[in-house]
């Protein structure tokens, strides 16, 4: 490259990877954060600044004004964001609420993402693995409360994979053996930021997870998850009676009415 200091960028990249190697995002998070930003600030000071030219809009008007009417080109104006609000009905407000406390609760076990738990596993295992189902069980858990903020029908959606990753779970136990593996919880802090539940759920549910025998599991796995389930079953049943989604209504309603 004609970059000064730089005359092989691939070399230069590849270090930057480099020394990410070994490190886990999770597990490892606080050294990976300061490798991640050690590498960005790098990146900007010893490439960025010498192939981009940055302005800012201010910058674009001040400079380029009469190019830009000449050309018919112009920044949008944009307002302040207007809060939107929607209102629950008695029954919404009361099943809403019930689901919140039912899928925060600590009688809520998440068992079914952390088997490899001290609670649950009796056989050898690296606290590593064992740290990165709990995160991975912390992360279902905001995937719930986020899918019920977000969107009734989304919520619903998210509900009804759940309850069919326990049954199969379930069933895969009372056939002897479990699937889990200790690589799902790095995917899958990145589909939970991408709103992506089907990704998730296929990372869960990779036939090339590592088999266990249902035999090294406490009885009090099989319990938790069955309970769960239970909980899920139950919730969905409250919901079937909520056919109308408030949120989206409103917003609706203010595309149609207000102009853009």
Not at 27 to 40: L, T
Not at 105 to 121: I, K, M, N, W
Request: proline share 4%; glycine share 4%.
């Amino acid at each position: 490259s004609t970059i000064p200091g730089l005359p092989n960028l691939e070399a230069f990249f590849t270090g930057l990877r480099g020394r990410l190697n070994g490190l886990h995002r999770l597990d490892d998070a606080e050294r990976y954060v300061e490798v991640v930003e050690s590498n960005a600030q790098e990146l900007r000071n010893r490439v960025l600044k010498y192939i981009m030219v940055r302005r800012t809009r201010r910058e674009i008007e001040e400079f380029y004004g009469d190019d830009l009417k000449k050309q018919k080109i112009g920044f949008p104006q944009v307002n302040d964001p207007v809060p939107l609000l929607y209102q629950l009905n008695p029954t919404e407000s009361q099943i809403f609420t019930e689901t919140l406390e039912a899928i925060t609760s600590a009688d809520f076990h998440y068992a079914r993402y952390q088997p490899l738990s001290e609670l649950y596993y009796t056989g050898p295992i690296e606290e590593r693995a064992v740290q990165g189902q709990r995160n991975l069980a912390t992360f279902m858990k905001i995937l719930l409360v986020k899918r019920l903020e977000s969107s009734f029908h989304a919520f619903k959606e998210t509900l009804r994979r759940f309850i069919k990753s326990h049954e199969l779970v379930l069933k895969a136990f009372d056939d002897g053996f479990i699937y889990t593996s200790k690589k799902h919880s790095r995917k899958v802090l990145e589909f939970l930021e991408e709103g992506d539940d089907d990704a998730i759920e296929a990372l869960i549910q990779d036939e090339k997870a590592e088999k266990f025998a249902a035999k090294d599991f406490t009885p009090t796995f099989r319990r938790h998850v069955a309970s769960d389930l239970a909980v899920l079953l139950d919730i969905q049943e409250k919901w079937k009676g909520i056919q109308r989604d408030p949120k989206w209504l409103e917003f609706k309603r203010e595309l149609l009415t207000q102009s853009l």
